[in-house]
């Protein structure tokens, strides 16, 4: 399996506003929303000194006006980044696992009379925004990265009598097939209705041509990661962010 497929696929599938390379690091910006649109990504081969890299970065992110953030992807990031970064007082923060499912190996589950909704983007973030308790007052940003995704993307809910109770995005590219965003209101879960929108959203990637599913989801989650496990999702690798200690 091809990771640095995956993680080019993951990051297309959430684009930063403004975007650079330096030395196979992928520098990315996007007015502070979200870490992973605001952080340096190590993704490819290097020839400079890490000292040299990491003072680089501090000027650039502090020139424009952000912290500066390293995400640390363990197949990727150079081996010594992360001590190094720990050593000048960065702080190590959000665990996350990439998890992977081979779709031609998935047995959907049987599904109920739920209805399946997809949505405009408006509607959807409107729909996201009350499932979450998200802060409205970012809706701007989280719309104008999700409006740079070129890849073919699917934004759903999941009905209960007319009044949605969780929601999904989905990215596809290729026969890679990217879940994000997946939330439930908190009056409804532990009733699988998470379950069954991924199960959803995986006929609509199978139908159009993907083989492979992969999702991001916090160590700490462990509910969401025992959900992913029932349905088949394996851990693939791992990351985690350095950020600054006064952040």
């Not at 490819?44 to 020139?63: D, P």
């Not at 993907?210 to 999702?233: D, S």
Request: proline fraction near 7%; hydrophobic fraction near 35%; include cysteine.
């Amino acid at each position: 399996m091809d990771l640095q497929c995956i993680e080019e696929a993951s990051l297309n599938a959430w684009p930063a506003l403004k975007q650079t390379l330096y030395d196979g690091w992928v520098l990315r910006f996007s007015e502070g929303y979200t870490k992973r649109a605001n952080s340096v990504n190590p993704l490819y081969h290097s020839t400079l000194g890490l000292g040299e890299k990491i003072n680089y970065c501090e000027h650039i992110y502090t020139e424009q006006g952000l912290p500066p953030i390293f995400r640390i992807t363990e197949p990727f990031a150079p081996p010594d980044l992360d001590s190094v970064l720990a050593e000048r007082g960065y702080q190590r923060f959000d665990p996350t696992r990439v998890m992977s499912m081979d779709l031609n190996a998935w047995e959907p589950l049987e599904s109920p009379e739920f209805t399946l909704i997809e949505l405009p983007l408006d509607p959807w973030l409107q729909i996201f925004s009350q499932l979450s308790g998200y802060n409205l007052e970012k809706q701007p940003l989280h719309k104008k990265i999700l409006e740079l995704i070129l890849s073919p993307s699917l934004r759903v809910s999941l009905e209960i009598s007319g009044q949605p109770v969780t929601c999904g995005l989905g990215v596809q590219q290729g026969e890679k097939f990217g879940l994000f965003d997946i939330v439930t209101h908190s009056d409804h879960r532990n009733r699988g209705l998470g379950a069954q929108l991924v199960n959803e959203m995986l006929h609509w990637a199978r139908q159009y041509g993907a083989r492979l599913v992969y999702l991001q989801v916090m160590e700490n989650n462990a509910p969401a990661r025992h959900l992913y496990t029932k349905l088949g999702f394996r851990d693939l690798y791992r990351y985690w962010y350095r950020v600054p200690e006064s952040m």
